[in-house]
């Protein structure tokens, strides 16, 4: 069974650096780490693969400057390779911009049987690459899954839901968002790290891709940011003292704030 792993690299949360004021985005000119949500999808699809008893696990991201640290930890945690797509063309692209780039580094992983992501990044939050890399692939997709099986050519999963989970069912090929949670990910052992040096790690840029540059970055994006400000300091609230009223003025303030 071959699965393929969407993983992004961020700017280290404990560490994230700054807002570009010129182009109002994350700079991203340092080392990059993985970020923590796609580890998740990194164990399950190892698990799954081991569980099939055979197969690999291939690696996508796209990332500034040809970085590869966050790339690094999760071979280290057992991948096979990986696919980095890196051109300064991409430079401010918005979700679906990202998605092209995705879903055709993905199509040269050939046999893939399974595409897992996270659910979202976390220097991103929107929640919407899955889904878009699925619709440009023309394949089914799960979200939220907090539970993954494999068999007869199908993915049985559990999807998460504010009070349980659906048990759903889709044919393979598919794409499948995984939950925070969903397994707890191995840490990489020396050995892997080690070996993670070794492991190919295919670089490309849109060109190679056959992606037009106005397709993406800044030229491509359906979006723009045209203003960044420290997020305000909270001021103290109101103190209401009881004395007999306090329910008319609380009924008012509420009202005041079009809460009512």
């Not at 280290?76 to 990202?98: F, N």
């Not at 099986?149 to 090929?173: M, N, S, W």
């Amino acid at each position: 069974m071959n699965v393929v792993v969407c993983v992004k690299q961020i700017p280290d949360p404990a560490d994230p650096g700054a807002l570009d004021p010129d182009t109002k985005t994350l700079k991203r000119d340092t080392k990059l780490i993985l970020d923590e949500s796609d580890s998740y999808g990194v164990e399950m699809a190892l698990q799954l693969v081991d569980a099939a008893g055979g197969g690999e696990v291939t690696l996508v991201s796209m990332a500034p400057n040809n970085e590869v640290g966050g790339i690094r930890t999760a071979l280290a945690m057992g991948a096979a390779k990986a696919i980095l797509v890196s051109d300064d063309a991409l430079q401010g692209s918005d979700a679906l911009g990202t998605a092209k780039v995705l879903a055709a580094a993905i199509g040269r992983a050939e046999g893939t049987d399974l595409v897992i992501t996270g659910t979202e990044s976390t220097d991103g939050y929107t929640g919407t690459v899955p889904q878009q890399v699925a619709e440009l692939l023309g394949l089914p997709s799960i979200t939220f899954a907090n539970h993954i099986e494999i068999g007869d050519g199908k993915a049985a999963v559990h999807r998460q839901t504010e009070h349980g989970y659906d048990e759903c069912e889709v044919p393979l090929p598919a794409v499948v968002s995984v939950t925070a949670g969903v397994v707890e990910p191995r840490y990489p052992s020396f050995k892997g790290i080690m070996a993670a040096k070794s492991k190919p790690v295919d670089e490309l840029g849109i060109a190679d891709l056959g992606i037009d540059a106005a397709q993406v970055g800044w030229a491509g994006a359906g979006q723009e940011i045209v203003e960044i400000e420290p997020e305000p300091e909270r001021e103290a609230g109101e103190i209401v003292e009881d004395e007999g009223d306090a329910h008319e003025r609380i009924v008012a303030f509420l009202d005041e704030l079009k809460v009512l």
